[in-house]
């Protein structure tokens, strides 16, 4: 990021979750000060207070639209038959989810070992649990439990992993849900799906947008 502040726009708070999520990814989280954000802005650390008393409050922030939307995706799921449709349908949403986000999901990424101990990181964890579990029944075998939570994590570390591959962004992203879903087929050969489950009343779909908005 440059030397020359930016101007300033009437959304300082937006501003300020656009300047830090660039910081976290280019530098680090724990490279990255309050006054390095508000020297880029061009405005007083005061300024920065007023909106964001440090930087995990800034970080946390940034993934809260994240997190609600996948708060509303584990409600949801925990409301249906648990049938394998079902969870194909939470693969689905989830793919979704994790594609839009995918730009603070590499800041999570990148800062792995510093962001583990704060409670952003751990809440991401804690949900990703929850969607695994919702993919994996209690009496099946550890095979196929192991392929419900691979099914899921090659959605989330997949995203990143596409970026480098040529090509139309959604035609990968319905490439990699394809894969995910054929593993998590592959651990219920038997299962008889409600094929209804696509169509029950569920969160929205739509992805939460990359850029941060005001609140």
Not at 31 to 51: F, M, N, P, Q
Not at 133 to 140: F, G, N, S, T, Y
């Amino acid at each position: 990021m440059g030397s020359t502040p930016r101007p300033r726009r009437s959304n300082t708070r937006q501003q300020i979750q656009e300047v830090a999520r660039d910081f976290f990814m280019e530098r680090g989280y724990e490279k990255t000060s309050l006054r390095e954000i508000a020297d880029e802005l061009g405005v007083t650390k005061a300024a920065l207070y007023y909106h964001f008393r440090t930087k995990e409050d800034i970080l946390v922030s940034l993934f809260s639209d994240v997190g609600i939307a996948l708060d509303e995706l584990i409600f949801w799921g925990r409301q249906q038959h648990r049938s394998l449709a079902v969870k194909r349908e939470l693969l689905a949403r989830s793919s979704v989810i994790f594609s839009g986000a995918a730009p603070l999901f590499n800041v999570l990424n990148a800062n792995q070992a510093t962001l583990s101990d704060l409670s952003v990181g751990q809440d991401f964890k804690d949900r990703v649990t929850a969607l695994s579990e919702l993919l994996q029944e209690p009496d099946a075998s550890v095979a196929a439990k192991v392929r419900c939570v691979t099914a899921l994590l090659s959605l989330l570390y997949g995203t990143f992993a596409i970026e480098h591959i040529e090509g139309d962004a959604e035609e990968k992203r319905l490439a990699l849900l394809a894969g995910a879903t054929e593993l998590l087929t592959s651990a219920y050969p038997t299962d008889d799906s409600d094929p209804r489950a696509s169509t029950l009343d569920a969160p929205s779909a739509t992805a939460p947008k990359a850029e941060p908005t005001a609140s």
